[in-house]
């Protein structure tokens, strides 16, 4: 697990709860994605973007989601949802999500997601503010 916190500097511990399992009493798939939310905004907060949001209108949104599942979750567990940063371009980049259960010792999903940063007052796409490139790039893999 040190090897994991140490790959993903950025990362945020998430509880599974009971009602999160399906009928075929693992994590349902649609959960996962809440989970990479949790991460996404977990991350936005630690570089101050959603601050940033209020004072501009300008903010992420995504347009493309992905998940690979790679090993069944069930309750109790915790995940650690490391987060790391690629494809870094004008006005977007690419957040990769890397979930570890601690239960299993072992990485159990991993996904991604395209954000494009949007201006909410023109309803137009905005570039990249300066401090936010510096601090995606912090994390860029």
Do not use: C
Not at 46 to 72: C, F, M, W
């Amino acid at each position: 697990m040190e090897d994991f916190i140490a790959e993903h500097p950025i990362h945020t511990r998430i509880p599974v709860a009971w009602g999160e399992m399906d009928a075929l009493q693992h994590v349902n798939n649609a959960v996962y994605f809440r989970y990479f939310e949790t991460a996404r905004l977990d991350f936005f907060n630690q570089i101050n973007l959603l601050e940033d949001l209020h004072k501009t209108g300008i903010g992420p949104v995504l347009s493309e989601t992905n998940a690979r599942y790679k090993r069944p979750v069930t309750f109790p567990d915790t995940l650690i949802v490391g987060v790391t940063i690629s494809d870094i371009q004008a006005d977007r980049f690419t957040m990769h999500y890397t979930a570890f259960s601690e239960a299993q010792q072992a990485i159990t999903t991993q996904g991604w997601a395209k954000v494009v940063m949007f201006n909410f007052r023109t309803g137009k796409k905005a570039d990249l503010t300066a401090p936010l490139l510096d601090a995606l790039t912090l994390y860029a893999k």
